[in-house]
């Protein structure tokens, strides 16, 4: 069945460093993929989106592309900040039903 | 706008007992969704409404858990007896039918179960 591997956390990160969180997945045919968000206290938010091979998607200066040939889709962000801790997932979409990763906790210091 | 509300937000029961989680989605939301989420996992999903059908009940223990959403809005998730296992975070989810992948969340009910 469907399934998303993300790498484990905490990410530790001083605030401006670079920020890479790994996620990869396995399906059948060709899903749609996500990144969600959950800040401390609140429900999950969609961060951003790519829903075809090779698409970025883009939010708040997080980045991620879909890589089928990787099987992968990676977020980014080239500065990070304080307010960016929270908890990340991973997730893909098929048939209307979203298949969540573990999630990922960063926490940035000042 | 007011986002998708969930009560309680704490339940703290003794095993064998029954609990009901409730939930109100985003006005206009003709999907809903319900979610388990244990510590340290992603959202599981339990069952998704179509307005007030069960569209997608498939990993929804039947046993002991059922849930209803009557007039196709608000929303209740019962589990009757709860078992220790059920500890973990309720989480309810709505979205437009067209757009089922962007999803709103409510902050979860934490249950635990003595």
């Known amino acids: 069945g469907d399934s998303v591997t993300q790498m484990e956390g905490p990410v530790t990160l001083s605030e401006e460093a670079f920020l890479t969180i790994n996620c990869t997945y396995t399906?059948?045919?060709?899903?749609?993929l996500f990144w969600y968000v959950q800040y401390p206290g609140e429900g999950l938010q969609l961060l951003l989106k790519?829903?075809?091979?090779?698409d970025k998607g883009s939010n708040k200066g997080f980045e991620a592309t879909y890589r089928k040939e990787t099987t992968s889709f990676h977020l980014e962000k080239g500065s990070v900040q304080v307010s960016d801790s929270a908890v990340y997932f991973c997730?893909?979409?098929?048939?209307?039903?979203?298949?969540f990763g573990k999630g990922t906790m960063l926490l940035v210091s000042p | 706008e007011a986002g998708v509300v969930q009560s309680p937000r704490y339940k703290i029961i003794e095993k064998k007992q029954p609990v009901a989680f409730w939930c109100n989605p985003i006005?206009?939301?003709?999907?809903l969704y319900w979610y388990l989420q244990n510590l340290g996992q992603g959202p599981e999903l339990l069952i998704r409404?179509?307005?007030?059908?069960?569209?997608?009940d498939s990993q929804l223990p039947k046993d002991r858990f059922s849930a209803e959403r009557l007039k196709g809005v608000d929303s209740t998730l019962k589990i009757q007896p709860a078992e220790l296992g059920d500890s973990a975070v309720y989480l309810c989810?709505?979205?437009?039918?067209?757009?089922?992948?962007?999803?709103?969340f409510g902050p979860g009910t934490r249950l635990t179960v003595t």
């Open positions: 989810a709505s979205s437009f039918r067209d757009n089922s992948y962007e999803q709103y």
């Open positions: 399906a059948t045919g060709y899903p749609s």
């Open positions: 790519a829903t075809k091979a090779d």
């Open positions: 997730a893909l979409g098929r048939y209307s039903t979203l298949t």
């Open positions: 006005s206009g939301h003709n999907t």
């Open positions: 409404y179509e307005n007030e059908e069960a569209v997608d």
